[in-house]
Structures are given as structure tokens and as C-alpha cells.
């Protein structure tokens, strides 16, 4: 197994930019969620889904969308990028639509916005 | 709001001493669990404790949880170089299982 798989690494955009983070698991997961994590700030939670075409918002969702058509893809959009949103992103998996089991977590995507 | 806070921000210790690192959170919750990261890695996972157990232990690590007082310490024994990462504790409402929220982390630091 892969586990959570993340693309890019690393990305610079422009002001006013859209761009859309990848994020997919090949362990039939149900629960899948996108964080930020800055400095100083721990990991905040933009969106989540617990299963296919079932998304919500977490703490800190403006300036992002999400979408799930697939159990192992769950794509992070950036609909016009501020330099607020220059940050670590991260994409996790759980078995259960819950948290009554481990997250697993990608690598990880850096993003720069100039 | 952050629903876990860790404590110390940050720790310094030598090989083979202990670690310990607490974590205080704000309502009742069902399940606490701990996380490491490496510098410029994904958290992984380390333990998982639900509100009806006082303590658990895996490996090196142990984690106590008291619900009266609303915290958890997460304690690792004879550190090692390799145990320097971020730690951060993870707890989720009572009211519902879907989110988890994360605390700002311990940032422990062990010299050979």
C-alpha cells in the first residue's frame, strides 16, 4: 500500500492564483480531511468528508473547496490565492467516518503565495 | 479554538532520560491521541486512548489520561536521538466523532 499520497511537494503561486492539492488513499478508508499547519499554530482543520460525495467544513475553511467523487480521492482547491494560505498542507485518512481510529497522513504539500 | 494544549513548548533532555509531555484540553471528549512529526515529514501516529481507560503503553511510550482534570501526559523512557520530533496530542468532541482537534505541540529535542 501507498497510504496517503500527496502532490506536489512544493508549489509556488502568484496572487489571485487557483490551484488544486491532490490527495488520494489506497486503503479504502472512509474518512478523509485536509489541515494547514503554520507556524507556531499546530494543525487546523479546512475540510473533511466522511465518505463519498459527503463533505463539511472544519475550522478554517474560506478560500477553499473540496469534493468527493471517489472513496480514495480528495481534492483540495484554492479558488484565488492569498499569501494567507502560504502554508504546509496536509491530507489524513481514518478507517471509521470518525475518530475512533488513527489518522494516517501524507507528506505533505508546501505552498508559497506571492 | 484549540481544544489541546501541550506543555512545555519545548524540551531539551540527553539520551537515555525520561520525556514527558502533557497535554490539557477543555470539554469531554472520547478519545485522546498522539501524534509525532518529524522535521518536514506527515504526523504519525503513536497511541490512541479512549475516555474510558486511565492508561496505555506501547513500547517506550505510556500515556495516562485523567477526565477529572481534563489531561493526558504521554511519557517516553530512555530516549533516544532518533525520538527528537514534534509531539502533539489530538482530541476529539463528545458530541460527535468526526473532527479531531490538534494542540500546538512539544517540540522535544534529545542530544546524543
Known amino acids: 500500500n501507498a497510504g496517503v499520497t500527496q502532490t506536489p511537494k512544493f508549489q509556488v503561486l502568484k496572487t489571485g492564483q487557483s490551484m488544486t492539492l491532490q490527495c488520494a488513499q489506497d486503503?479504502?478508508?472512509?474518512?478523509m480531511s485536509w489541515y494547514r499547519q503554520d507556524p507556531g499554530m499546530g494543525l487546523r482543520l479546512i475540510h473533511y468528508?466522511?465518505?463519498?460525495?459527503?463533505?463539511d467544513q472544519g475550522e478554517v475553511p474560506n478560500g477553499y473547496n473540496v469534493s468527493r467523487s471517489t472513496t480514495e480521492d480528495f481534492p483540495l482547491r484554492l479558488l484565488s490565492a492569498a499569501p494567507s494560505q502560504t502554508s504546509v498542507y496536509f491530507c489524513?485518512?481514518?478507517?471509521?467516518?470518525?475518530?475512533?481510529?488513527?489518522?494516517?497522513f501524507g507528506p505533505g504539500t508546501r505552498l508559497t503565495v506571492t | 479554538s484549540q481544544q489541546g494544549e501541550e506543555d512545555p513548548q519545548a524540551l531539551s533532555i540527553q539520551e537515555g532520560e525520561n520525556a514527558t509531555m502533557n497535554c490539557s484540553y477543555k470539554?469531554?471528549?472520547?478519545?485522546l491521541q498522539w501524534y509525532r512529526q518529524n522535521s518536514g515529514r506527515g504526523l504519525v501516529h503513536l497511541i490512541l486512548?479512549?475516555?474510558?481507560?486511565r492508561e496505555k503503553h506501547s513500547g517506550r511510550l505510556r500515556v495516562t489520561l485523567d477526565t477529572s482534570k481534563k489531561s493526558s501526559s504521554l511519557l517516553i523512557t530512555a530516549s533516544r536521538a532518533a525520538d527528537t520530533a514534534s509531539y502533539f496530542c489530538?482530541?476529539?468532541?463528545?458530541?460527535?466523532?468526526?473532527?479531531?482537534?490538534f494542540g500546538k505541540g512539544t517540540m522535544l529535542l534529545v542530544s546524543p
Open positions: 489524513a485518512s481514518s478507517y471509521e467516518a470518525g475518530m475512533r481510529t488513527e489518522q494516517y
Open positions: 486503503m479504502n478508508h472512509e474518512y
Open positions: 468528508s466522511v465518505g463519498a460525495g459527503i463533505t
Open positions: 470539554t469531554s471528549i472520547n478519545n
Open positions: 486512548i479512549r475516555s474510558n481507560e
Open positions: 489530538a482530541t476529539d468532541a463528545n458530541s460527535g466523532y468526526s473532527t479531531l482537534t
